[in-house]
């Protein structure tokens, strides 16, 4: 589960606000994500399709030569909590099915439903942060929170 990098502030954004891109940290915090998503070899690369989220991804998913999966449900503007419960439990099937690592990136206000659905507390996390979901036959058996840089 990964909270996008930092993007430029809302308050000096004029436009769109699903437009609002990555800051120059934000950019770092996207490739230092590249080594750690490699070592759990995640294949599927689930997202809001906020240009913050996809810039957040990009670069591992140019790494590895996946393609983003834009995933409407976990937006500011369309997430509710069945949307989002459907959007969690369907990538713990699959993991489960396909044995393939996964990571959803979304924001800040839909982070909670993510976790809720996962039956975890919200950790609060910064932009950029991720929790590392350890499962074991769709349960969660464990779990890692990994810093930005």
Request: hydrophobic share 40%; with cysteine.
């Amino acid at each position: 589960v990964q909270r996008h990098a930092r993007a430029r502030a809302r308050s000096t954004w004029r436009g769109d606000d699903r437009e609002r891109p990555l800051q120059q940290v934000g950019r770092s915090q996207a490739f230092d994500l590249v080594p750690v998503l490699a070592a759990y070899d995640v294949r599927r690369l689930a997202t809001s399709p906020a240009v913050r989220c996809l810039e957040t991804l990009t670069p591992y998913a140019e790494t590895i030569g996946a393609d983003l999966e834009l995933v409407e449900e976990v937006t500011e503007e369309a997430a509710t909590e069945g949307a989002v419960t459907k959007v969690v439990t369907g990538l713990v099937e699959d993991l489960h099915t396909t044995r393939r690592g996964a990571v959803l990136c979304t924001h800040r206000p839909v982070l909670p439903l993510v976790f809720e659905a996962l039956g975890l507390d919200d950790p609060a996390l910064a932009p950029g942060e991720m929790v590392v979901v350890h499962l074991r036959k769709g349960r969660v058996v464990a779990t890692e929170r990994h810093l930005p840089h």
